[in-house]
């Protein structure tokens, strides 16, 4: 099977690179405007091919995109309102308009758990307030159906993604985890009320690399949320403590009235996404899955597991 594949050198790309290489015969092509970023090994077996391109001339390649037999589109944006929709939206439309909806047997896309609500259809929100990021994701997901390839297109929703080691980029989230570990003796007191799913990035690829193998049949949903069972903020808080050693002798709960309060006394700015946010709390889903919902082996299931990865020592004696 020849795979043109986008976003290989982010987090969630390497590892998704990775596995492919490792555990499948496929022809690959790796797109990516940087390749020096790419720590994966490109050259342990044939069959890899590395192109050096940027989402916004994608067009170059509307002769090699007419032979793929799928496509995996993980590349995204995260700059200034423009770039974001000329490549979360536009580029990445284009890009599936020029695959052979005759030949290519599945296109996985890869969209956010941000833009959907608790009951898994699109957040009216997100494409109304959302950043950059969310907005053109939203308006992505809401054009697919407009391709001639829509029926075969798979979309992830990836939920909040740890992942990154010594030759792999960290994710926004574990990139921020030593920050979090410093501040533990403060944040284990203070309980707040809000849920939200897990997942890390290793296993998206897994998750991935089962529906390159196995694309969903006539009946079977082709949205798939990525993600643990959803925790609460509180159990996190918990798991965190205890995994850095820290007691929890007491928790001063964290009134949402009193933060609206702060926010209007010190005329704090907040975006109209960061207050809806606030507000929404919940950010939970129906029917995730993980590599496990495949009969595959979930490698970072719990909070521990996903901090660990991240390179955050656990202190085994519980202290002040």
Not at 46 to 73: N, S, Y
Not at 113 to 127: H, Q, V, W, Y
Not at 231 to 249: F, I, N, P
Request: aromatic share 10%; with cysteine.
């Amino acid at each position: 099977m020849r795979i043109f594949i986008t976003g290989a050198s982010g987090c969630i790309g390497h590892y998704l690179t990775e596995t492919l290489i490792e555990n499948t015969d496929h022809e690959l092509f790796l797109m990516m405007r940087n390749p020096a970023k790419l720590k994966v090994p490109t050259n342990q077996r044939p069959g890899i091919t590395v192109l050096q391109g940027d989402m916004r001339e994608v067009a170059q390649f509307d002769e090699l995109l007419k032979t793929m037999d799928a496509a995996i589109l993980v590349a995204t944006s995260w700059g200034d309102p423009k770039e974001s929709y000329e490549i979360n939206v536009e580029k990445t439309l284009e890009l599936m308009s020029l695959l052979d909806p005759e030949r290519c047997q599945q296109v996985i896309y890869f969209s956010t758990a941000s833009i959907l609500g608790r009951d898994n259809t699109p957040l009216k929100e997100a494409g109304e307030i959302g950043t950059d990021y969310v907005r053109t994701k939203y308006i992505c997901h809401e054009k697919l159906g407009e391709l001639a390839i829509a029926p075969k297109i798979t979309t992830v929703f990836p939920t909040l993604v740890f992942g990154g080691e010594d030759n792999k980029p960290y994710s926004h989230i574990s990139g921020g985890l030593p920050e979090v570990a410093n501040y533990i003796g403060i944040i284990r007191f203070i309980s707040a009320d809000g849920s939200f799913h897990f997942t890390h990035a290793k296993d998206i690829a897994e998750v991935v690399r089962h529906l390159v193998e196995h694309p969903p049949g006539p009946d079977d949903s082709r949205e798939m949320v990525i993600g643990n069972p959803a925790k609460t903020a509180d159990e996190v808080v918990s798991d965190l403590s205890q995994y850095l050693g820290k007691r929890q002798y007491f928790r001063i709960p964290l009134s949402f009235g009193l933060a609206n309060i702060i926010i209007k006394l010190f005329n704090i700015r907040m975006a109209d996404w960061d207050r809806f946010c606030m507000d929404y709390r919940h950010f939970t889903y129906e029917n995730t899955v993980t590599p496990s919902s495949f009969g595959l082996q979930d490698s970072y299931p719990t909070i521990q597991d996903a901090v660990r990865s991240a390179g955050i020592v656990s202190k085994s004696t519980v202290s002040k």
